[in-house]
């Protein structure tokens, strides 16, 4: 069994730069990748203690999601495939950020603190997205599980939420599937296929799909799912990596910050329907051309507002009493909180940005569908919600139409990937639901008209001087920044902004909704202005863009 002493030697190899200090954000830690060997090799002792103390096995994915490919970063994965827990994500900023003397006695005190027993065995299993530096990094990874003595799977090239997926599955006893890469595509397939299977093979042009990969693993992997799903759905599959730059000028960051088509999409048919991944496949977001060569974006809240309707109606077939609740961020679009809340009267609970938070909050209902707007979210389903949805399946005696919608639910729920946001199993559950609906792109998108917004990022010496409550729509540092916003958004109809630093980037995000794209332009240009006057901007003043 390695000791502490032992692992303060070998730590020698993944050396922290002196002074150097990251912090836990929204997802892990991001970072230019060159300043990550010490971070990843510290994770990989982390994840060891983290199994040790669950008594169960964890995830480690090398990535940097949608950031440049410059970037990386880290996501630790828990027992049920959720982000790590909070009280971790302290331990994980202490160990990141002990001077080398001092990486020890950081480690004996998270052990005291947890009472971890260093006997029981360990577990991890890791995997990597497309970046040049991820390679190097997941090594240092495994350095690190090795130098407490943790056993591990190296899982390779993997995207984020297969990831998640495999956690759970070793820790479910591969109940909730099989713990291998092809276990996952005959799990998705293989539901949606029977969510599918009443409805007619489309012609061709309505089964085709085009799919932005970002140029990363989520092109890779659709490429590798594709012969799975038995010509239902035909993929194209652009930016898959061989000639562009992950992230750059494309995938689902690009697509939903610029409201633009990516590269390698510009030349799109009218109506046809795509969607984009973002650099690890978590996100996705739809979007099509219109006659007037006029771009749509269906976000995450539309993504939501589908699935939602398509849960609510089966839920009402089945006439099982399960209460349903969607889960948002400060980033929902207005118009789709007031459609899911006064139309479909459904309620919506909004809570800080990061899927983790509308992870947990989704937690508390039957069935609670969480999404940010852009478009990272996925369908939760309590234990009690899906035992009645089976046995009500299983229940020859009741009426034929309740145990349909019972079937296609237990369907839905092996389709979406329960354990995080995943653009694979979500491209799946949209495409389903659009089947069965008979809905084309544009019926979807009429469900309800977006109220034009505006993000943008300001750059500024210290982000963490913004302090932010009320779930991130309000500043309460530095002395009036939120004054200076409330006077803005009076000037125009039907608005809104707020202001956050960012947990994946060094910036601070800007939103505004207005009644007009003019307006919420200007109103996103005038507050990052005020943004970079008190607190602190960086380089030249923001301009205004059209
Ligand atoms: C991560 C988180 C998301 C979050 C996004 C942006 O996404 O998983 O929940 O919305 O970062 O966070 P922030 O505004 O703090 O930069 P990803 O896809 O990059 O892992």
Same mark, same amino acid.
């Given at each position: 069994?390695?000791?502490?002493?032992?692992?303060?030697?070998?730590?020698?190899?993944?050396?922290?730069?002196?002074?150097?200090?990251?912090?836990?954000?929204?997802?892990?830690?991001?970072?230019?990748?060159?300043?990550?060997?010490?971070?990843?090799?510290?994770?990989?002792?982390?994840?060891?203690?983290?199994?040790?103390?669950?008594?169960?096995?964890?995830?480690?994915?090398?990535?940097?999601?949608?950031?440049?490919?410059?970037?990386?970063?880290?996501?630790?994965?828990?027992?049920?495939?959720?982000?790590?827990?909070?009280?971790?994500?302290?331990?994980?900023?202490?160990?990141?950020?002990?001077?080398?003397?001092?990486?020890?006695?950081?480690?004996?005190?998270?052990?005291?603190?947890?009472?971890?027993?260093?006997?029981?065995?360990?577990?991890?299993?890791?995997?990597?997205?497309?970046?040049?530096?991820?390679?190097?990094?997941?090594?240092?990874?495994?350095?690190?599980?090795?130098?407490?003595?943790?056993?591990?799977?190296?899982?390779?090239?993997?995207?984020?939420?297969?990831?998640?997926?495999?956690?759970?599955?070793?820790?479910?006893?591969?109940?909730?599937?099989?713990?291998?890469?092809?276990?996952?595509?005959?799990?998705?397939?293989?539901?949606?296929?029977?969510?599918?299977?009443?409805?007619?093979?489309?012609?061709?042009?309505?089964?085709?799909?085009?799919?932005?990969?970002?140029?990363?693993?989520?092109?890779?992997?659709?490429?590798?799912?594709?012969?799975?799903?038995?010509?239902?759905?035909?993929?194209?599959?652009?930016?898959?990596?061989?000639?562009?730059?992950?992230?750059?000028?494309?995938?689902?960051?690009?697509?939903?910050?610029?409201?633009?088509?990516?590269?390698?999409?510009?030349?799109?048919?009218?109506?046809?329907?795509?969607?984009?991944?973002?650099?690890?496949?978590?996100?996705?977001?739809?979007?099509?051309?219109?006659?007037?060569?006029?771009?749509?974006?269906?976000?995450?809240?539309?993504?939501?507002?589908?699935? !939602?309707?398509?849960?609510?109606?089966? &839920?009402?077939?089945?006439?099982? #009493?399960? /209460? +349903?609740? @969607?889960?948002?961020? *400060?980033?929902?679009?207005?118009?789709?909180?007031?459609?899911?809340?006064?139309?479909?009267?459904?309620?919506?609970?909004?809570?800080?940005?990061?899927?983790?938070?509308?992870?947990?909050?989704?937690?508390?209902?039957?069935?609670?569908?969480?999404?940010?707007?852009?478009?990272?979210?996925?369908?939760?389903?309590?234990?009690?919600?899906?035992?009645?949805?089976?046995?009500?399946?299983?229940?020859?005696?009741?009426?034929?139409?309740?145990?349909?919608?019972?079937?296609?639910?237990?369907?839905?729920?092996?389709?979406?990937?329960?354990?995080?946001?995943?653009?694979?199993?979500?491209?799946?559950?949209?495409?389903?639901?659009?089947?069965?609906?008979?809905?084309?792109?544009?019926?979807?998108?009429?469900?309800? !008209?977006?109220?034009?917004?505006?993000? &943008?990022?300001?750059?500024?010496? #210290?982000? /963490? +001087?913004? @302090?932010?409550?009320? *779930?991130?729509?309000?500043?309460?540092?530095?002395?009036?920044?939120?004054?200076?916003?409330?006077?803005?958004?009076?000037?125009?109809?039907?608005?809104?902004?707020?202001?956050?630093?960012?947990?994946?980037?060094?910036?601070?995000?800007?939103?505004?909704?207005?009644?007009?794209?003019?307006?919420?332009?200007?109103?996103?240009?005038?507050?990052?202005?005020?943004?970079?006057?008190?607190?602190?901007?960086?380089?030249?003043?923001?301009?205004?863009?059209?």
């Amino acid at each position: 069994m390695a000791c502490f002493h032992e692992v303060a030697l070998v730590s020698g190899r993944h050396p922290k730069p002196v002074g150097l200090v990251l912090q836990y954000g929204t997802a892990g830690f991001r970072a230019r990748a060159e300043q990550l060997d010490h971070v990843m090799y510290r994770m990989g002792l982390l994840a060891v203690l983290r199994s040790k103390k669950t008594k169960s096995t964890i995830g480690v994915m090398v990535t940097a999601s949608h950031n440049p490919e410059e970037d990386n970063g880290v996501k630790l994965v828990d027992p049920l495939g959720e982000m790590l827990a909070p009280a971790w994500e302290a331990y994980a900023t202490q160990l990141a950020n002990a001077e080398e003397q001092d990486l020890k006695s950081v480690l004996t005190s998270i052990l005291d603190n947890e009472s971890v027993n260093l006997q029981k065995v360990a577990r991890v299993v890791l995997g990597r997205d497309t970046r040049p530096s991820s390679l190097n990094l997941a090594q240092a990874v495994i350095d690190g599980v090795s130098a407490l003595d943790g056993t591990y799977q190296d899982y390779g090239l993997v995207s984020t939420p297969q990831l998640h997926y495999m956690v759970c599955c070793w820790n479910t006893m591969e109940h909730y599937g099989t713990a291998t890469v092809e276990g996952y595509y005959q799990k998705l397939s293989q539901a949606f296929l029977a969510m599918t299977k009443q409805t007619p093979y489309h012609p061709e042009e309505l089964r085709q799909l085009n799919v932005d990969g970002a140029n990363g693993i989520g092109a890779l992997k659709l490429q590798e799912l594709e012969p799975y799903l038995e010509k239902k759905l035909q993929l194209k599959v652009h930016n898959n990596g061989v000639n562009g730059k992950l992230n750059y000028l494309c995938g689902a960051d690009f697509v939903k910050v610029q409201q633009k088509l990516p590269h390698g999409l510009l030349h799109i048919k009218t109506n046809e329907r795509s969607c984009s991944f973002d650099g690890d496949a978590d996100r996705i977001v739809y979007y099509y051309i219109d006659e007037s060569g006029c771009f749509h974006l269906l976000d995450g809240d539309k993504i939501a507002t589908l699935i !939602t309707i398509f849960l609510q109606e089966l &839920l009402v077939k089945t006439d099982l #009493d399960l /209460q +349903i609740a @969607v889960i948002q961020t *400060a980033y929902a679009n207005g118009s789709s909180t007031r459609y899911i809340t006064e139309v479909m009267k459904v309620p919506v609970h909004c809570v800080n940005t990061g899927v983790k938070y509308l992870h947990h909050k989704a937690q508390e209902f039957d069935v609670g569908v969480y999404f940010e707007a852009n478009g990272h979210g996925t369908v939760l389903f309590s234990k009690t919600a899906e035992n009645k949805i089976r046995q009500l399946a299983q229940d020859n005696n009741q009426l034929v139409e309740r145990i349909n919608a019972a079937k296609m639910l237990e369907n839905t729920i092996d389709l979406i990937n329960q354990t995080v946001g995943d653009a694979i199993s979500d491209l799946l559950t949209i495409e389903a639901i659009l089947s069965i609906k008979g809905f084309t792109i544009q019926q979807w998108d009429s469900i309800y !008209t977006d109220l034009p917004n505006r993000q &943008l990022k300001v750059k500024v010496s #210290d982000r /963490q +001087i913004i @302090v932010t409550v009320d *779930a991130g729509k309000r500043v309460v540092s530095p002395a009036g920044l939120q004054q200076n916003i409330d006077a803005l958004v009076k000037k125009y109809n039907l608005s809104r902004a707020f202001v956050r630093p960012s947990g994946t980037e060094d910036v601070v995000r800007i939103y505004a909704e207005a009644e007009t794209q003019s307006n919420a332009d200007t109103l996103a240009h005038e507050v990052s202005l005020v943004v970079y006057k008190l607190a602190g901007g960086v380089g030249e003043e923001p301009k205004l863009l059209h």
